[in-house]
Antibody, heavy 121, light 106 residues
């Protein structure tokens, strides 16, 4: 059974930094791309970033480009996102998702339970 | 940047058919996914590649995509289908979600 467990969320001041982790199990982690998707309070889903299985390719939403950095440690089956220069509008639940690209494009087939990031002074 | 537009809300009576649309420029040329998110829960994939259902998703969920509009159809809607639904597509190495549609079963 696929399990994705996010951690690292919390309260941080504007301009601060935070690193989120997503521990994966139940599948061959290095064979799958992974993504971060967020959801602000009372808002819809917003894609944040995706990383290929090898870690060699990364993609970012314009809203986080230059501030967030996605990475993975395939030896630890763990996905990360380093979030710097945080803004109030980054406040959201952050989900990690396992991507399947067998159809030629990424599909988020499994999601974690999310971790809450609150950016406030 | 690419945008996907969904109606904010759709209402349906139990047992009837619900249709949720997703519009975008030449959307029919892209592959569309649909996610269901029930209150307080994580999203769940219900349709991928326009019309395919993952294992475990009931047959009453179906999808279509043509021209500029993709449609998620729920036949014989049940109370348990009440949720927010999001369409999603990729554009130039960027994933885009629609704004979401709240499906009310009443």
């Amino acid at each position: 059974e696929v399990q994705l467990v996010e951690s690292g969320g919390g309260l941080v001041q504007p301009g601060g930094s935070l690193r989120l982790s997503c521990a994966a199990s139940g599948f061959t982690f290095s064979s799958y791309a992974m993504s971060w998707v967020r959801q602000g309070p009372g808002k819809g889903l917003e894609w944040v970033s995706t990383i290929s299985g090898s870690g060699g390719s990364t993609y970012y939403a314009d809203s986080v480009k230059g501030r967030f950095s996605i990475s993975r440690d395939n030896s630890k089956n763990t996905l990360y996102v380093q979030m710097n220069s945080l803004r109030v509008e980054d406040t959201a639940i952050y989900y990690c998702a396992k991507e399947d690209d067998s159809s030629g494009y990424y599909v988020s087939v499994n999601w974690g339970q999310g971790t809450l990031v609150t950016v406030s002074s | 940047s690419y945008e996907l537009t969904q109606p904010p809300s759709v209402s349906v009576s139990p047992g009837q058919t619900a249709s949720i649309t997703c519009s975008g420029d030449r959307l029919g040329d892209r592959n569309v996914c649909w996610y269901q998110q029930k209150s307080g829960q994580s999203p769940v994939l219900v349709i991928y590649q326009d019309s395919k259902r993952p294992s475990g998703i009931p047959e009453r969920f179906s999808g279509a995509n043509s021209g500029s509009t993709a449609t998620l159809t729920i036949s014989g809607t049940q109370a348990m289908d009440e949720a927010d639904y999001y369409c999603q597509a990729w554009d130039s190495s960027t994933a885009v979600f629609g704004g979401g549609t709240k499906l009310t079963v009443l």
